[in-house]
């Protein structure tokens, strides 16, 4: 039998402990092939999930300054549309003062037709009057009270009501321009 501290030589047969050796360090193989195998897969698909959020980032950035774009020009052709709207009541006036033998029948008469052609022009951009009848409840996120009036005697108007309009309010889309200046019957 060999002397332990002797190498075997290829001809000779390795000792039992060697072959464990031997089997171990080939199976301790596979693990780090695996390992190292599993590493690179790891490696690339965060690469490609690094990408995936740089893309979606760039598609964020790119919406939002479409958004902005497109809000810019809402803005732009909002304002165009209602000033096109105008612009018959414009010529309507300048009509009107161009004319110089005009009748005050005739002048009232032009003017009527120009305040029609402005309101409508008005209510096609949704700006809506307000303007609340006598009796109509007091609202304060639609009216401004002016001043509040006593009651006349024998009166069935209620306290908290509109008694009159001074000036009409306006809103747009649902949305106070200016309030109805009213005065308010007092309670």
Do not use: W
């Not at 709207?85 to 309507?92: A, I």
């Not at 996120?141 to 009651?151: E, F, G, K, L, T």
């Amino acid at each position: 039998m060999p002397d332990a501290r002797h190498a075997p030589t290829p001809e000779e047969p390795a000792a039992p402990d060697a072959a464990h050796d031997a089997a171990r360090a080939q199976a301790g193989a596979d693990p780090v092939a695996e390992l190292q195998a599993e590493l690179a897969e790891l490696k690339a698909k965060n690469a490609e999930l690094a990408e995936q959020y740089l893309r979606a980032q760039a598609d964020m950035q790119n919406t939002r300054r479409r958004a902005d774009e497109e809000m810019s020009k809402a803005r732009k052709f909002a304002v165009e549309s209602f000033a096109e709207s105008l612009l018959p009541v414009c010529d309507s006036l300048e009509a009107g003062l161009a004319v110089q033998s005009a009748s005050i029948e005739q002048i009232r008469e032009g003017a009527e037709a120009t305040l029609r052609q402005l309101k409508s022009a008005l209510e096609r951009n949704k700006v809506l009057e307000i303007s609340p009848g006598p009796g109509a409840r007091f609202d304060p996120h639609q009216h401004q009270a002016i001043s509040v009036v006593p009651r006349p005697e024998g009166s069935t108007q209620e306290a908290g009501t509109v008694v009159s309009v001074l000036q009409k309010g306006y809103s747009i889309a649902e949305r106070v321009l200016r309030p109805a200046l009213v005065t308010v019957a007092q309670g």
